[in-house]
């Protein structure tokens, strides 16, 4: 078979059309003119500006610890939760595993509704903890597919010749299953932090009054007008994405 | 045995408390909230009412279900007319290209949606990019005025959209047998016809999950509509926001999220029937 060209073409327009407001926004973060529209010369002051800015470092902050225990919990629910609907097949346990799934499966505005409306009824503070409470249901659909799938496809020969070979059911746990086990928890965790790191819909339904996340930040920044410090926090972040994931296939590289 | 049965207990108590607890209770009462009044200063009269359901009929709300759903079926058709070959194409390419082209998608994936929506302001905005070019090509004499407008909207829900698609497609197109193709173009069939009667209908199952991943969350992504639309488009996302912050009105902010989520369920229900057994949650 011969190989076509257009079809080489068309994926890089396309790809060229999306990176073009990415480059735009690294190209004018280093624009000495607020308007956005001049080019006032080359400067690094709106990332002056950044790194002084007291509230986004605050706010990236509490978005870390917020990602972060997010992921936690959600490891520790959703891996056991996979563990022991995957040694226990039962309808009920199917109904919970739906049920723990639907939070991204519904439109995140129906999330942060759904947890204002009962948050506000327990009378629960708003903050830290309820934004944690709300990425943690979130994050766990994430890890929980991923460990399931996982453990669908692992032989339990591999189990049952530990046990058989006089191994405690905690030393199998920590010596075969979580081995096999641990790529998916770490590929749900990414897909999760990033999930949480950027989420604005449900955090702007239960963040209080005094604590901001990053996202959250920017969306307010935005709505008030266009600040070319926003442009020069949009290069770091992406400066800092690339950077991780081209670690990330680094070290995939180097395993394959 | 007893013992691994106890085991087992402890395993699931977790999922199962929290599950109940924040997903689907907090569920439950939103259901039950929609059938109660507002209250006259704060919070919620527990009298049972059906006014919550009655006012999303009146014409202003039921416009903007009516749009919204509008907007996202719009956004879904582009986004599956562009998508598509991209991931099928994607899809043929060798493995260095695949991993390359990966990367490519992933960057801007991982990256805030806020923060990429942000660069579609430069474009848009009045005398900004777009305006540069057209008018230094002598195509427009004005500025378009593209910011804040519809069209703007549906370049922000494409954008957000688009790698959902290109995902999902992908990830059957790769799967795809090119023998298959190979031996209906040995029985004669025409490049068209092979790939319409083979690739497409084995490529089916992803078009249809990147259609639900694009339809769904484009129902609630209120923010895109709100950045690059100023206030002029008015999403059902819009109004749950407004009610449950400015207006007060939980009751009807909660009506208005239960049929937006019959509406999801719906969908779901559509996708699993016709594509059978596959599931959404493999190819998040």
Redesign the interface.
């Known amino acids: 078979m011969k190989t076509k060209k257009w079809p080489f073409v068309y994926v890089g327009v396309i790809t060229a059309i999306t990176y073009i407001p990415i480059l735009l926004t690294v190209v004018y973060s280093f624009n000495e003119s607020k308007i956005s529209s001049v080019w006032g010369g080359f400067s690094l002051k709106w990332y002056v500006e950044l790194f002084r800015d007291r509230d986004i470092g605050e706010a990236l902050a509490n978005s870390l610890i917020l990602a972060v225990s997010s992921c936690i919990l959600a490891v520790v629910i959703g891996t056991t939760g996979a563990l022991g609907m995957h040694r226990k097949k039962s309808r009920i346990n199917d109904g919970v595993a739906y049920l723990s799934m639907l939070p991204i499966m519904i439109p995140e505005i129906i999330l942060g509704m759904v947890f204002l409306s009962v948050f506000s009824f327990m009378g629960l503070p708003f903050g830290m903890v309820t934004l944690v409470i709300a990425h943690t249901t979130f994050c766990i659909p994430y890890i929980y597919s991923m460990v399931k799938a996982r453990l669908a496809g692992m032989d339990p020969a591999l189990e049952e010749a530990a046990l058989d070979l006089g191994a405690s059911p905690v030393r199998v746990f920590f010596d075969v299953t979580l081995p096999l086990i641990l790529p998916a928890i770490l590929s749900g965790c990414v897909l999760a932090f990033a999930m949480s790191f950027d989420d604005v819909v449900i955090s702007i339904f239960v963040t209080g009054p005094t604590v901001n996340t990053l996202p959250v930040k920017i969306y307010t920044k935005m709505k008030t007008g266009v600040t070319p410090e926003i442009n020069a926090l949009a290069t770091v972040m992406l400066a800092a994405t690339i950077f991780i994931l081209f670690v990330a296939h680094l070290l995939g590289r180097r395993k394959s | 045995m007893n013992?691994?049965k106890d085991?087992?207990?402890?395993?699931?108590?977790?999922?199962?408390l929290?599950?109940?607890l924040?997903?689907?209770?907090?569920?439950l009462?939103?259901f039950l909230?929609s059938f109660l009044s507002r209250a006259q200063v704060w919070?919620?009269d527990f009298t049972f009412t059906l006014d919550n359901y009655k006012k999303i009929l009146e014409p202003l709300y039921l416009d903007t279900f009516v749009q919204s759903l509008k907007l996202a079926l719009v956004s879904t058709v582009l986004v599956a007319l562009?998508g598509y070959?991209?991931g099928f194409?994607?899809a043929?390419?060798n493995d260095r290209w695949k991993?390359r082209?990966m990367?490519?998608?992933?960057?801007?994936f991982?990256?805030?949606?806020?923060?990429?929506?942000?660069?579609?302001?430069?474009?848009f905005?009045s005398?900004?990019?777009l305006d540069?070019i057209l008018q230094g090509m002598g195509l427009t004499e004005e500025p378009l005025k593209l910011l804040y407008s519809y069209p703007a909207v549906v370049v922000g829900m494409i954008?957000v959209l688009?790698p959902f698609m290109i995902l999902s497609v992908y990830s059957s197109a790769e799967k795809l047998d090119d023998t298959l193709v190979?031996a209906a173009r040995d029985l004669g069939a025409s490049p068209f016809k092979a790939f319409w009667t083979v690739s497409f209908k084995l490529t089916l199952p992803g078009l249809l999950s990147g259609v639900v991943l694009s339809f769904?969350?484009s129902?609630?992504?209120?923010?895109i509509a709100?950045?690059l639309g100023g206030n002029k488009i008015v999403l059902?996302?819009s109004v749950?926001?407004e009610q449950?912050t400015k207006g007060r009105n939980?009751p009807f902010?909660?009506a208005l999220?239960a049929v937006?989520?019959i509406l999801?369920?719906l969908m779901?229900r559509l996708y699993r029937k016709i594509t059978g057994t596959a599931k959404?949650?493999?190819i998040?």
């Open positions: 013992k691994k085991n087992h207990w402890m395993l699931l108590a977790p999922i199962y929290f599950t109940i924040f997903v689907a209770l907090p569920i009462y939103m909230l919070g919620v562009i070959p991209y194409f994607m043929r390419m991993k082209m990367l490519l998608i992933m960057i801007p991982w990256t805030s949606g806020l923060i990429r929506l942000y660069g579609w302001i430069i474009v905005r005398n900004g990019v540069k954008y688009l190979e769904i969350p129902m609630g992504l209120f923010f709100d950045i059902v996302g749950i926001q449950v939980q902010a909660a999220s937006l989520m999801t369920s779901i959404l949650e493999n998040v």
